[in-house]
């Protein structure tokens, strides 16, 4: 188990971009899309975090919480300062999905989520992972978020 604290959202960006670097240097073979689920407490963090690995990856665009729209995808283009990773990025699609107003997993699977998880180019991440769990690859990397006090959250990866 890996159990960070951050003290601020900026420290809660950079777990995110590191992550996403992380990923980017790993040169993964993936046959799927990788997925990454974030679990946890209503103010945790989660969309915080997201914004991070959005930087990670070089994406300009701002990151906004797609409750309301569920799913958002970003266009990955590797620009002048993402260069040295270049070489091993095989992502080109980042999907920010949020179901926190989901009612059933069936309402994801109507949105083409399959096709999303299927394409071996596609980096999902997807904030309250716990409501669609049943329909998640078994080998979604889960996160989980906690809010401990105002400016202090934790996250906590289970890689048994
Ligand atoms: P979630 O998506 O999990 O509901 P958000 O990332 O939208 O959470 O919101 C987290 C809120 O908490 C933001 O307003 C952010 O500024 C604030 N915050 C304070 N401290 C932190 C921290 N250490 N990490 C992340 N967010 C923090
Ligand atoms: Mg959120």
Redesign the pocket.
């Known amino acids: 188990m890996i159990k960070i604290i951050?003290?601020?959202?900026q420290?809660?960006q950079k777990i995110g971009r590191i992550l996403a670097q992380e990923l980017l240097k790993s040169n993964l073979k993936n046959e799927q899309a990788l997925v990454i689920g974030l679990e946890g407490?209503?103010?945790?963090?989660?969309?915080?975090f997201v914004q991070g690995v959005a930087q990670g990856l070089g994406i300009k665009e701002q990151i906004t919480?797609p409750s309301f729209v569920l799913i958002k995808k970003y266009r990955i283009r590797f620009g002048v300062a993402d260069e040295s990773l270049r070489p091993n990025a095989n992502f080109r699609s980042l999907f920010h999905i949020d179901c926190y107003r989901l009612n059933k997993p069936q309402e994801l699977l109507e949105l083409d989520f399959e096709e999303i998880i299927k394409n071996s180019k596609n980096l999902v991440v997807i904030?309250w992972a716990e409501k669609v769990k049943e329909i998640l690859p078994k080998d979604t990397l889960i996160l989980q978020?906690k809010f401990i006090n105002e400016?202090?959250?934790s996250i906590i990866m289970n890689n048994e």
Do not use: M, Q, V
Request: glycine content about 16%; proline content about 5%.
């Open positions: 951050t003290k601020n959202p420290e809660t407490d209503l103010g945790g963090g989660k969309t915080t919480s904030e978020f400016n202090k959250r």
